[in-house]
Structure formats: C-alpha cells, structure tokens
C-alpha cells in the first residue's frame, strides 16, 4: 500500500471518528440542553480542533502526490477554526460571536463548492456538496442579518450544526472509504495529472 493510499485511509477514519463523535455529543446537546449542553461544546470544540490538526497534517503531506490536497487542508483548517471558535465562544460579545460565525459559515459554503468543482464528475456527490453549501450561506446571512438571538439559542442552534456537521464529516469519511476501495490511491487525481 502507497503512502498515500495509507494517508488517505487514515484521513477517512479521521472523518468518520470526528463526524460520529460530532454527531453524538450535538444530538445530546440539542435534546438535553440543560445537563449537556456546555460540556459538549468543550468536547466538540476539542475533537474538532485536534482533529483539524490531524486532518491538516495529513494534506501536508500528502500535497506531492494528491491534486485535491488544498481541499483536505481547507478541511483540516475549517474543523480547527471550528474548534478554536466553540472553545473560545464564552468569552466574545454576542455582536462579535455572530459576525465570525456568519463568516465561517460562509467560508464553509466556498469549502463545500470548491470540492463540488473539484470533484465534478461524481454527480452524487457534488449535488450533496452544492446543498451543503446553500445552507452553509443560509445560516451565515442569518447570523449576520439577525442578531437579536438570544445566547441559548445561539448553543442550542450551535449543537444542531454541529450534529449536522458531524453527520457530513462521517459521510465524507465513508465515501472517501468507498472510493479508495474502488480505486487504489494511484487512480486518484494526482498533482501531475493537473500541471
């Protein structure tokens, strides 16, 4: 097995692990927010950022032999954000708590299409990554436009999406699992295909 095949892999489990646990700890949040809800956050906020780091370590290198390496970075770094800003969302005002997440939604959204453009010929997949996207643009105008929110809903919206993310990064890691049992790490789109 190349190393990237084995990078590669390591990446789905990487996925599949954070988007269950992401999955597990927003759904607990979501349905039983009182007891849960701030220990979830630091537990999402934790797995997302080590595991962004993992997920960035992983693009680095791999970035030789894989074209779409930019994306897994963009991934990695998303996640880490994700992580930084659950973590530290205690101590912002409110204004200042909405603005970024309105931008990271955004960003995710740009994240979400560039993979749909990148992974084009995938119909399937590429529909799934341009809804994420709307979505992703939905919540960010949301929390931009509309700041009377109140902090409860704000976490109680916060363990939805991070449910909700968690479920994408799990089916990510599933079908990057699938794809490299069809095709072996070698037909994958490589750096030299593109140049």
Do not use: K
């Amino acid at each position: 097995m190349s190393t990237a095949a084995r990078e590669l892999r390591q990446l789905s489990q990487t996925l599949i692990w954070r988007g269950t646990l992401m999955f597990a700890l927003g759904s607990a949040a979501a349905i039983w927010p009182e007891p849960v809800l701030i220990g979830a956050m630091i537990a999402v906020g934790v797995i997302a950022t080590l595991l962004g780091l993992y997920e960035m370590s992983i693009a680095i290198s791999v970035r030789r032999r894989i074209a779409a390496w930019t994306l897994i970075l963009a991934n990695g770094s998303a996640a880490f954000a994700f992580g930084l800003l659950t973590l530290g969302a205690p101590r912002l005002s409110l204004h200042v708590g909405l603005v970024i997440v309105g931008l990271w939604f955004l960003a995710c959204a740009g994240f979400a299409w560039r993979a749909a453009i990148l992974w084009w010929p995938l119909r399937t997949l590429r529909l799934a990554l341009i809804g994420w996207g709307v979505v992703d643009v939905a919540l960010g105008v949301l929390a931009l436009v509309y700041p009377a929110a109140t902090i409860f809903a704000l976490l109680f919206f916060g363990a939805v999406y991070a449910a909700a993310f968690g479920a994408w990064q799990a089916a990510e890691g599933l079908w990057l699992r699938r794809l490299l049992h069809q095709r072996p790490a070698h037909h994958l789109p490589s750096v030299h295909a593109h140049a």
